[in-house]
């Protein structure tokens, strides 16, 4: 789906695919850098993270592994709740792994706080972040974000995975959702 395909819902496009294609492309090319010699793992958060791994996985050139979480966050909703559950766990272990977690995007970084914090208890040999998109609120909390794909405002943004009430993560562009769509 292309943001000409759903006129009207988007009050302004961010990020068109091929600039996100160049960015993912840069992101690998640092992470084939940091980890040349290693094999990490790379663990994606559902449903989110589904289109930046499978991008940023391909373009890599080092040998890597995926493996998944799923995790509560929004609901259907456009406000972070705070509340995270673990709804899916890995199927590897991590233990003296290279971890690399894969994430779509982050806001208060709640989510992210609590899913590292229990990755680094399950003792990997290291533990980094690589996030497509990154909010002003995920300055205030004490993360370490080794790869950023792109610094955005503080508005709900849908497309490249993100979803609103499960719909535009097949938008191939990123933008602003009009609040029309939700109020
Ligand atoms: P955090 O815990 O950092 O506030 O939120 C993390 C999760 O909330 C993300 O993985 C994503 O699922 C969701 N989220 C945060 N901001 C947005 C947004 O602008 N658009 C969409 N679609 N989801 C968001």
Avoid: C
């Amino acid at each position: 789906m292309r943001s000409q395909d759903i006129p009207g819902d988007l009050s302004e496009i961010l990020f068109t695919e091929a600039q996100i294609k160049a960015r993912v492309q840069e992101m690998a090319a640092e992470i084939d850098r940091d980890y040349a010699g290693k094999e990490p793992l790379l663990v994606g958060v559902l449903n989110g993270a589904v289109m930046v791994m499978a991008d940023l996985y391909r373009a890599l050139t080092i040998h890597a592994q995926m493996d998944w979480m799923a995790v509560s966050s929004y609901g259907s909703g456009t406000q972070s709740s705070g509340v995270v559950r673990i709804l899916k766990d890995l199927t590897q272990d991590v233990v003296g792994r290279d971890v690399l977690v894969v994430e779509d995007i982050v806001d208060t970084g709640l989510t992210l706080t609590y899913l590292l914090e229990n990755l680094a208890s399950r003792g990997p040999k290291s533990l980094k972040l690589a996030a497509m998109f990154r909010k002003p609120e995920a300055n205030k909390v004490h993360i370490d974000m080794a790869y950023v794909g792109f610094d955005i405002p503080n508005k709900f943004v849908v497309g490249y995975g993100l979803d609103y009430d499960g719909r535009y993560r097949n938008l191939v562009d990123v933008g602003i959702l009009d609040p029309k769509v939700y109020s």
